[in-house]
């Protein structure tokens, strides 16, 4: 599937469940970030391709159309950020307006609050409308709060399953900052200088030792960090699809090898996970495994 452009691959044998009636593959290929300018148009179609025949049914296409993308309608279309300025009823009557003219399937949210989320659904629910179905947040090891606290209520009252992003936290998680920041790595663009800082930072540099610990773990299970990374965030019930980012052939072939690290995923390995990081938060109710 495409978000905002789509087809539906369904020769994926392992899939999780966004809703009731929306079945994605658990890992997903994001395209926001890399393709477009930072990987050749080459790089890309391998990319592309090696997910498409790994059995990725989920496509993140941001900046796509569907007449660029010659297809007649999309299966998601995400409302990426809320906007203050425009009343939720507009909004949801909007998404509702793309779906029953048959330019998509379903529509999530990104970067939403969970009570934003929540306005949507009632608001939905007031007039007769289309709720969201999945949103687009941040999750990774450094990253928890909103998907560990905010969200499951959401995902366990009312079907809204997550579709996290940046599992290697911009490849912090990769080790590749482990000395430093390499010329040719993302950090070292200007557009990036945010992550350059927050690599060097006091912060960073605890990040980095406790990556060290974590790679231990890794190679218990005869994984890389970055599969264990993955497979850690698809252990979570509300996850239902993570976006993976790559710029080269090989990085999305490691990533998809998450797949078979997630049966390891057990209760005694999140512990020793939760141990290192020490950052675990704390809910009314736990929804971790």
Same mark, same amino acid.
């Given at each position: 599937m495409i978000s905002e452009g789509g087809f539906t691959c369904k020769r994926s044998c392992m899939v999780f469940v966004c809703t009731k009636t929306l079945t994605l593959t658990f890992p997903s290929t994001g395209t926001w970030v890399t393709f477009g300018g930072q990987i050749s148009d080459e790089v890309a179609e391998q990319l592309m391709t090696i997910a498409y025949e790994s059995g990725v049914n989920l496509f993140d296409t941001a900046e796509g159309s569907l007449q660029r993308m010659q297809l007649e309608y999309v299966d998601v279309v995400f409302a990426n950020r809320?906007?203050?300025?425009?009343?939720?009823?507009?909004?949801?009557?909007?998404?509702?307006?793309?779906?029953?003219?048959?330019?998509?399937?379903?529509?999530?949210?990104?970067?939403?609050? &969970?009570?934003?989320?929540?306005? &949507?659904?009632?608001? &939905?629910?007031?007039?007769?409308?289309?709720?969201?179905?999945?949103?687009?947040?941040?999750?990774?090891?450094?990253?928890?709060?909103?998907?560990?606290?905010?969200?499951?209520?959401?995902?366990?009252?009312?079907?809204?399953?997550?579709?996290?992003?940046?599992?290697?936290?911009?490849?912090?998680?990769?080790?590749?900052?482990?000395?430093?920041?390499?010329?040719?790595?993302?950090?070292?663009?200007?557009?990036? %200088?945010?992550?350059?800082?927050?690599?060097?930072?006091?912060?960073?540099?605890?990040? %980095? &030792?406790?990556?060290?610990?974590?790679?231990?773990?890794?190679?218990? !299970?005869?994984?890389?960090?970055? %599969? !264990?990374?993955?497979?850690?965030?698809?252990?979570?019930?509300?996850?239902?699809?993570?976006?993976l980012g790559s710029s080269n052939p090989s990085q999305l072939t490691e990533n998809l090898g998450a797949i078979q690290v997630i049966p390891k995923m057990t209760a005694g390995i999140a512990t020793e996970v939760d141990h290192i990081l020490g950052n675990r938060p704390h809910s009314k109710k736990d929804y971790h495994h």
């Open positions: 809320p906007d203050s300025n425009t009343p939720m009823e507009e909004i949801v009557r909007a998404m509702t307006h793309v779906i029953n003219q048959g330019m998509s399937m379903y529509w999530g949210t990104s970067r939403w609050s &969970a009570m934003e989320i929540m306005e &949507a659904y009632s608001v &939905a629910r007031q007039f007769n409308l289309i709720p969201p179905v999945c949103e687009q947040a941040e999750y990774h090891f450094f990253q928890r709060d909103k998907v560990e606290t905010q969200l499951p209520e959401l995902y366990h009252k009312i079907g809204v399953g997550v579709v996290s992003w940046s599992p290697l936290a911009c490849g912090i998680i990769t080790g590749k900052y482990e000395n430093g920041v390499p010329e040719t790595s993302r950090a070292s663009m200007k557009p990036y %200088q945010w992550l350059r800082e927050k690599i060097m930072s006091e912060d960073g540099r605890k990040q %980095q &030792a406790k990556l060290k610990e974590l790679a231990h773990i890794a190679e218990k !299970l005869g994984c890389t960090l970055p %599969q !264990l990374a993955i497979a850690w965030c698809l252990r979570n019930e509300g996850v239902s699809s993570v976006l």
